[in-house]
């Protein structure tokens, strides 16, 4: 009976510690942006997800030309940029790509979609 009590003290205990780290935000809720360039026909969605060390970047991108590369660039609101990845062309219009900023998300002024030195679309709050 003892030792049965000292073990669901253990427990609970672990339970208070272990809970609020297992449910810890890293950041702020993820926000989602949204643009269309009328020129390229590109089509963006951008979910954003703060983080403690930037931003988790989620794009998908729709009507790319094919067989290109792209670059994702980040800019802050003072005027900084980063590149947020790099990837091919061909994949498929619901397929959620990945890249990072150390930019936190409050930071961020747009995201561009480039290829070949042209912005495909720029993707803004």
Known sequence: MLVGAAVL???VALGVVLVPRLTRDDGPAAVTWHAADA???VVATADLVGKS???ELW???ENMPKGMRCKLIV???SGRTEIGGWWGTDHAPDERIPGSTSFPVGEIERLDVVVDMTVLVSVRP
Do not use: Q
């Open 53 to 55: 060390w930037g931003t």
């Open 75 to 77: 800019h802050d609101r």
């Open 59 to 61: 794009m998908t991108i």
């Open 9 to 11: 003290a253990v427990l």
């Open 39 to 41: 020129t390229s026909g």
